[in-house]
């Protein structure tokens, strides 16, 4: 009898611990968000950051309203690289667990095709005064595809060239000479004045090569075919084009900068790139967007000061009377993608992320350019170096959007092999383009434009 | 004639096997030297170029310590060893005791397993670890290492198994010992040479692979082979410390060689090959 | 439990797990990679079926087949012939000398087999540099000359001398051991009848190790056409092409470029010459002899 009325009240005692517990853990509903960001290198962590930043923020939001939900969000900073972290994201995807947000992923038109990631609309309608409306035009038009929004943008490398220009003083150029010899926008000079400065500065003995560029495909590929006199992409039928004659010209041009020394014969890994260009060992490169300085000045040992008076940019002038210059955009968006179980919370987290707050920060740690004109005005920007961020933003106002097209990555790695190929003299330019030809059309069969 | 002819093949050997010796002699004079110059002559010593061994090496922005990759490669050559030597002690008993009709057509699959590409299965096995869920983890590439190296493991140990004589078995059988405990208590033992053997292989193989961490692992668990690579592909190349990580790198298989020396020997004669 | 299904049990136990760890992970490998060349598998790990489009396409409009083909035509023959001739010219030299000496040279020829490849390939590097710091480089330096660029004018002469001489440290060894086994006393008998030393080669030594010998070049065959890794990490092909194989041709299609399926089917092509080499060689040799050439008596 004694036992069992011991066992009686343990039951009971369980019973209410086990209907109390419910009650006390219950609080503010929690959603956690994960995010997946690329670097590649270790610049734009505040990719990252912000996404953390804006999930406090939307959290201190819903509790004055008194709103019953938490944000829990984990922001994964990557050092893969673009490739590596492909891979690693479609491996998650594919496995169910992709992250939420994710940003490192440029192919818009296959992401949205296959359903990869979600289209954001209605999201920046509802909330264009509020946040979206002075974004700059062409990073909106940087994730359209089909008539729909894809992505928030999120920052953008202008490509331009850096030059040297303590190198140039050497040379006995005044600095009013060289601001007119490479005015910043690349109007009213051609490429040859790059090439003779290279020139006389390898004949000096004050460089060990005049110029470098990317040893990767990059959309300096659009930039090439442009100033070159060509197009590579048709905007009435959507499809990538390529113009012989103009791609003729550029092989022409690579193998005569490395028959006379200009450009190595074999492009130098990255590192070395950058070590040559800050070490002043080479006179200018092709290699880099606005924002490196700040990995030169991390990484490589470029001082602020240097950076001031030392370098110049520009963007790439014309190689051939008519054409005109240009600039790549190179934008990076933050992508939700469709494995999202609360889109709407994850659309507030970006909007937040993008906000001149956040845009400032980012382009503080990075010296990319500010996407968003609200934030030029910032106090945070108006002195060197930072005001740096705001002049160069004025360049994302005539920078080519990027092209968007499924084949495009492929478009860029194809051509850049051959520039490999005439750089290292086993093919001749004339033959480069007719294999170039030959290949384009069997890799992107009808969604290329072949044209003399 | 002779004689000249003679002196002419060992001067041509010589010149042949001069590569070897020098970029031997480079990996062990770089890396005590600051800089090279005139090819192999090193500009002054330093001990510089060891520090990765005490202080954290740059990489990316900031600087990370050698150990974690370190210990990422004992890790994947440690199981790798220790699987293969387990599933092929079990496998190489088998294959050479028990009689039966299928022990022909095991020891041809062997043979198939042996000749059929690793590289042309890369793919293969990159789905096949996807599909499996292992795919980006360091189990999985474990697992393909260790299926890799089966078949040629379990010829070696066949050969050892086969040097015991059937009445050491029968006695232990007729005193009541089941199968199980007569391979691990009896005969075990009496094959640790190829036991030895069959470790060494497998963990060189793993210690020295590069193609299958850099394809089956994501990028941020590194191992010294991928490490060492990725320093060469993207910062700037600094010979000398490239030479001294390597020279570490390389010096676990060179031990385990020289100590493992007299069963190799033999095992080399079994037409062993390692790859 | 009668004898015969314990006997099985017992089989059982022993051979299942190396068994299905085999076939899981290297034979289903096999299979998929026959299935994934049947599809459109990217990067995105979605795929259709295309039946035999991946192929139709190798051998019909992919441009560049053709100079890989070319590429892996001369690199196979050249391996094997570096890979046979050099271990055999080694092993002879180093039993024909003191054995002192003999000792050494094989050390130095064993060497390239235990460093590990990404070391193995700096080494190479650093001795093709195209900078001045490079050893050729700076040796010509020395010479007054001007630095070249060794890996892009001799790409594939380069990647076939560097993977060839792996194969030829292995076959130094096994041959060093298959002369030395042979029987002191008929090579004495040779020379006192007057042999010279090419004599004894040819009519006494070559005979008695014909078995080696054959051995050696049947492994290397399938070795040599499938060997990549060393490529890939020296000249990744070589500029726009001129040193890519066969076998890296279906890495880089799948990995670089994400054409999983495309990959998929160059690396089913390559298993099927593979297939081929060792049926040519299973004729040859027969698989008895085969057998017992593994056990080495």
Same mark, same amino acid.
């Given at each position: 009898m004694?036992?069992?009325?011991?066992?009686?009240?343990l039951?009971?005692?369980?019973?209410?611990?086990?209907?109390?517990?419910p009650?006390?853990?219950t609080g503010?509903?929690?959603?956690?968000?994960?995010?997946?960001c690329i670097?590649p290198?270790p610049?734009?962590v505040?990719?990252?950051?912000?996404?953390?930043? $804006?999930?406090?923020?939307l959290?201190?939001?819903f509790? =004055?309203l &008194? #709103?019953d939900l !938490?944000?829990?969000?984990?922001?994964?900073?990557?050092?893969?690289?673009?490739?590596?972290?492909?891979?690693?994201?479609?491996?998650?995807?594919?496995?169910g667990r992709?992250?939420?947000?994710?940003i490192?992923l440029?192919?818009?038109p296959?992401?949205?095709d296959?359903?990869?990631i979600?289209?954001l609309?209605?999201?920046?309608?509802?909330?264009?005064?509020?946040n979206?409306?002075?974004?700059?035009?062409?990073?909106?038009?940087s994730?359209?595809?089909k008539?729909?929004i894809?992505?928030i943008?999120?920052?953008?490398?202008?490509?331009?060239?850096?030059y040297?220009?303590?190198v140039l003083?050497?040379?006995?150029?005044?600095?009013d000479?060289?601001?007119?010899?490479?005015?910043p926008?690349?109007?009213?000079?051609t490429?040859?004045t790059i090439?003779?400065? $290279?020139?006389?500065?390898?004949?000096?003995?004050?460089? =060990?090569? &005049? #110029?470098v560029? !990317?040893p990767s495909?990059?959309?300096t590929?659009?930039?090439?075919?442009?100033?070159?006199?060509?197009?590579?992409?048709?905007?009435?039928?959507?499809?990538l084009?390529l113009v012989?004659s103009?791609?003729?010209?550029?092989?022409?041009?690579f193998k005569q900068?490395?028959?006379?020394?200009?450009i190595?014969?074999?492009p130098?890994?990255?590192?070395t790139?950058?070590s040559m260009?800050?070490e002043?060992?080479?006179?200018?490169?092709?290699?880099s967007?606005?924002?490196?300085?700040?990995?030169?000045?991390?990484?490589?040992?470029?001082?602020?000061e240097q950076?001031?008076?030392d370098?110049g940019?520009?963007?790439f002038?014309?190689a051939?009377?008519g054409?005109?210059?240009?600039?790549?955009l190179?934008?990076?968006?933050?992508?939700i993608?469709?494995?999202c179980?609360?889109?709407e919370?994850?659309?507030?987290?970006?909007?937040?992320?993008?906000?001149?707050?956040?845009v400032?920060?980012?382009?503080?740690r990075?010296?990319?350019?500010?996407?968003?004109r609200?934030?030029m005005?910032?106090?945070?920007?108006?002195?060197?170096p930072?005001?740096y961020t705001v002049?160069?933003a004025r360049?994302?106002?005539v920078?080519a959007?990027?092209i968007i097209?499924?084949?495009w990555?492929k478009?860029?790695?194809i051509v850049?092999e051959?520039?490999?190929g005439?750089?290292?003299g086993?093919?001749?330019p004339e033959?480069?383009v007719?294999?170039?030809?030959?290949?384009?059309k069997?890799e992107l069969?009808d969604q290329?434009?072949i044209r003399? | 004639?002779g004689?000249?002819l003679?002196?002419?093949?060992?001067?041509?050997?010589?010149l042949?096997s001069l590569?070897?010796v020098i970029?031997?002699?480079?990996?062990?004079?770089?890396s005590?030297?600051?800089?090279?110059?005139m090819?192999?002559?090193?500009?002054?010593?330093t001990?510089?170029?060891?520090s990765f061994?005490?202080?954290?090496?740059?990489?990316?922005?900031g600087?990370?310590y050698?150990?974690p990759?370190l210990?990422?490669?004992?890790?994947?050559?440690g199981g790798?060893?220790v699987l293969?030597v387990?599933?092929?002690?079990?496998?190489g008993?088998?294959?050479?005791?028990?009689?039966?009709r299928?022990?022909l057509?095991?020891l041809?699959f062997?043979m198939?397993?042996?000749?059929?590409?690793?590289?042309g299965?890369l793919?293969?096995m990159y789905?096949t670890?996807?599909?499996l869920?292992?795919?980006?983890?360091?189990p999985?590439?474990?697992l393909?290492?260790?299926a890799?190296?089966?078949p040629?493991a379990?010829?070696i140990m066949?050969g050892?198994f086969?040097g015991i004589?059937?009445?050491l078995?029968?006695?232990?059988?007729?005193?009541g010992c089941s199968?199980?405990?007569?391979?691990?208590r009896?005969?075990?033992?009496?094959?640790?040479?190829?036991?030895?053997a069959?470790?060494v292989?497998?963990?060189m193989?793993a210690w020295?692979?590069?193609?299958?961490?850099y394809?089956?692992?994501p990028?941020?668990?590194?191992?010294?082979s991928?490490l060492i690579q990725?320093?060469?592909?993207?910062e700037?190349i600094?010979?000398p410390f490239?030479a001294a990580?390597?020279?570490?790198y390389?010096?676990p298989?060179l031990?385990?060689?020289v100590l493992?020396q007299?069963?190799?020997v033999?095992?080399?004669?079994?037409g062993?090959?390692?790859r | 439990?009668?004898?015969?299904l314990r006997?099985?049990?017992t089989?059982?136990?022993?051979?299942?797990p190396p068994?299905?760890v085999?076939?899981l992970f290297?034979l289903?490998p096999?299979?998929?990679?026959a299935?994934l060349?049947?599809?459109d598998?990217?990067?995105t790990?979605?795929?259709?079926f295309?039946?035999?489009?991946?192929?139709r396409?190798?051998?019909?409009?992919d441009?560049?087949?053709h100079r890989?083909?070319?590429n892996?035509?001369i690199?196979?023959?050249?391996?094997?012939?570096?890979t046979?001739?050099?271990g055999?010219l080694?092993?002879l030299?180093?039993t024909?000398?003191?054995e002192?000496?003999?000792?050494?040279?094989?050390t130095?020829w064993?060497?390239p087999?235990?460093?590990?490849?990404?070391?193995y390939?700096l080494?190479?590097?650093?001795?093709?540099?195209p900078t001045?710091y490079?050893f050729?480089?700076?040796?010509?330096?020395?010479?007054?000359q001007?630095?070249?660029a060794?890996?892009?004018?001799y790409?594939?002469p380069i990647v076939i001398?560097v993977?060839?001489?792996?194969g030829a440290?292995v076959?130094m060894?096994?041959f060093?051991?298959a002369?030395?086994?042979?029987?002191?006393?008929l090579?004495?008998?040779?020379q006192?009848?007057?042999?010279?030393?090419?004599?004894t080669?040819r009519y006494?030594?070559?005979p008695?190790?014909?078995?080696?010998?054959?051995?050696m070049t049947?492994w290397h065959?399938?070795?040599h056409?499938?060997a990549?890794?060393?490529?890939l990490?020296?000249?990744?092909?070589?500029?726009y092409?001129?040193?890519e194989?066969?076998?890296?041709?279906?890495?880089h299609?799948?990995?670089r470029?994400?054409?999983y399926?495309?990959?998929?089917?160059?690396?089913?092509v390559?298993?099927?010459?593979?297939?081929?080499?060792?049926?040519?060689?299973w004729k040859?040799?027969?698989?008895?002899?085969?057998m017992?050439?593994?056990?080495?008596?």
């Amino acid at each position: 009898m004694r036992r069992a009325s011991k066992v009686l009240a343990l039951a009971i005692a369980l019973a209410l611990l086990t209907a109390l517990v419910p009650t006390v853990a219950t609080g503010p509903r929690v959603v956690k968000l994960r995010a997946f960001c690329i670097g590649p290198g270790p610049m734009p962590v505040t990719r990252a950051t912000n996404l953390e930043d $804006a999930a406090r923020l939307l959290n201190s939001i819903f509790e =004055e309203l &008194g #709103i019953d939900l !938490r944000v829990e969000l984990e922001a994964e900073f990557s050092e893969l690289k673009w490739k590596p972290f492909e891979e690693k994201f479609f491996a998650a995807y594919r496995a169910g667990r992709a992250p939420d947000i994710v940003i490192g992923l440029r192919n818009i038109p296959v992401l949205a095709d296959e359903g990869v990631i979600i289209p954001l609309d209605d999201h920046v309608k509802k909330f264009w005064n509020m946040n979206y409306f002075d974004f700059f035009l062409s990073l909106w038009k940087s994730v359209e595809w089909k008539g729909h929004i894809w992505g928030i943008p999120q920052d953008a490398t202008p490509g331009c060239i850096w030059y040297r220009k303590d190198v140039l003083r050497k040379l006995g150029y005044s600095d009013d000479e060289i601001a007119r010899m490479l005015p910043p926008d690349g109007r009213g000079i051609t490429l040859d004045t790059i090439v003779r400065l $290279a020139r006389e500065a390898k004949e000096a003995g004050l460089v =060990e090569y &005049g #110029i470098v560029h !990317r040893p990767s495909p990059g959309d300096t590929i659009f930039i090439y075919m442009k100033i070159f006199g060509g197009e590579v992409y048709d905007e009435e039928t959507g499809k990538l084009v390529l113009v012989k004659s103009a791609a003729l010209r550029m092989f022409k041009w690579f193998k005569q900068m490395v028959d006379e020394g200009l450009i190595p014969g074999e492009p130098p890994p990255w590192g070395t790139i950058h070590s040559m260009f800050v070490e002043g060992r080479v006179f200018a490169t092709f290699a880099s967007h606005v924002g490196t300085p700040s990995e030169w000045m991390a990484k490589y040992g470029l001082t602020e000061e240097q950076f001031r008076n030392d370098l110049g940019f520009l963007a790439f002038p014309p190689a051939v009377p008519g054409a005109e210059p240009v600039t790549t955009l190179g934008p990076l968006p933050y992508l939700i993608t469709s494995q999202c179980k609360h889109p709407e919370i994850a659309e507030l987290v970006l909007m937040l992320a993008t906000s001149p707050e956040a845009v400032v920060k980012h382009s503080k740690r990075t010296l990319r350019p500010v996407t968003r004109r609200s934030a030029m005005h910032h106090p945070e920007l108006q002195e060197w170096p930072y005001s740096y961020t705001v002049e160069t933003a004025r360049l994302l106002e005539v920078a080519a959007p990027p092209i968007i097209h499924p084949a495009w990555g492929k478009y860029k790695s194809i051509v850049f092999e051959h520039i490999k190929g005439v750089e290292a003299g086993v093919i001749s330019p004339e033959d480069a383009v007719e294999e170039l030809a030959k290949i384009l059309k069997a890799e992107l069969g009808d969604q290329i434009i072949i044209r003399d | 004639m002779g004689r000249v002819l003679r002196y002419l093949a060992y001067a041509a050997i010589a010149l042949m096997s001069l590569p070897i010796v020098i970029m031997v002699a480079f990996l062990v004079v770089a890396s005590f030297s600051t800089r090279l110059t005139m090819g192999l002559v090193p500009a002054g010593l330093t001990l510089e170029n060891w520090s990765f061994l005490w202080a954290p090496i740059p990489w990316g922005l900031g600087r990370e310590y050698v150990w974690p990759t370190l210990a990422n490669t004992l890790m994947y050559a440690g199981g790798s060893t220790v699987l293969r030597v387990l599933l092929v002690t079990l496998a190489g008993y088998a294959v050479s005791r028990i009689s039966f009709r299928g022990r022909l057509f095991v020891l041809a699959f062997q043979m198939v397993g042996r000749v059929v590409p690793g590289a042309g299965l890369l793919i293969g096995m990159y789905f096949t670890l996807y599909y499996l869920g292992l795919l980006f983890t360091i189990p999985g590439v474990v697992l393909i290492r260790t299926a890799m190296g089966i078949p040629m493991a379990i010829w070696i140990m066949k050969g050892f198994f086969d040097g015991i004589p059937w009445e050491l078995e029968w006695a232990a059988m007729v005193d009541g010992c089941s199968r199980l405990q007569l391979w691990r208590r009896v005969l075990l033992p009496l094959v640790r040479p190829g036991i030895a053997a069959v470790a060494v292989f497998a963990f060189m193989e793993a210690w020295e692979d590069f193609i299958y961490v850099y394809v089956l692992l994501p990028g941020e668990t590194k191992v010294m082979s991928v490490l060492i690579q990725r320093l060469i592909a993207t910062e700037v190349i600094d010979y000398p410390f490239l030479a001294a990580m390597s020279l570490f790198y390389t010096i676990p298989p060179l031990v385990f060689y020289v100590l493992t020396q007299k069963h190799l020997v033999r095992v080399t004669l079994v037409g062993g090959v390692k790859r | 439990m009668g004898p015969g299904l314990r006997k099985a049990l017992t089989l059982f136990v022993f051979l299942a797990p190396p068994l299905a760890v085999v076939t899981l992970f290297f034979l289903v490998p096999v299979v998929l990679t026959a299935l994934l060349s049947l599809t459109d598998m990217h990067e995105t790990l979605r795929w259709n079926f295309v039946g035999l489009e991946n192929f139709r396409r190798m051998l019909g409009y992919d441009p560049r087949v053709h100079r890989i083909i070319v590429n892996t035509a001369i690199y196979v023959p050249s391996a094997l012939a570096i890979t046979i001739g050099l271990g055999l010219l080694i092993a002879l030299a180093s039993t024909s000398m003191r054995e002192g000496a003999g000792i050494l040279l094989r050390t130095i020829w064993f060497l390239p087999n235990l460093i590990p490849p990404v070391v193995y390939i700096l080494l190479w590097r650093w001795f093709f540099d195209p900078t001045r710091y490079g050893f050729l480089n700076a040796v010509l330096a020395l010479l007054g000359q001007g630095p070249r660029a060794w890996l892009t004018e001799y790409a594939l002469p380069i990647v076939i001398v560097v993977n060839a001489l792996i194969g030829a440290s292995v076959c130094m060894v096994v041959f060093t051991s298959a002369i030395k086994s042979i029987p002191p006393e008929l090579i004495m008998a040779a020379q006192v009848d007057g042999a010279s030393y090419l004599q004894t080669v040819r009519y006494v030594i070559l005979p008695l190790i014909r078995w080696p010998l054959m051995f050696m070049t049947a492994w290397h065959v399938p070795a040599h056409l499938n060997a990549y890794v060393y490529t890939l990490l020296l000249t990744d092909g070589g500029p726009y092409y001129s040193s890519e194989v066969w076998a890296l041709y279906s890495y880089h299609k799948a990995f670089r470029y994400f054409e999983y399926g495309y990959g998929a089917a160059i690396s089913t092509v390559l298993i099927a010459l593979n297939v081929a080499a060792i049926l040519i060689v299973w004729k040859v040799f027969g698989l008895r002899r085969m057998m017992e050439l593994g056990g080495g008596e």
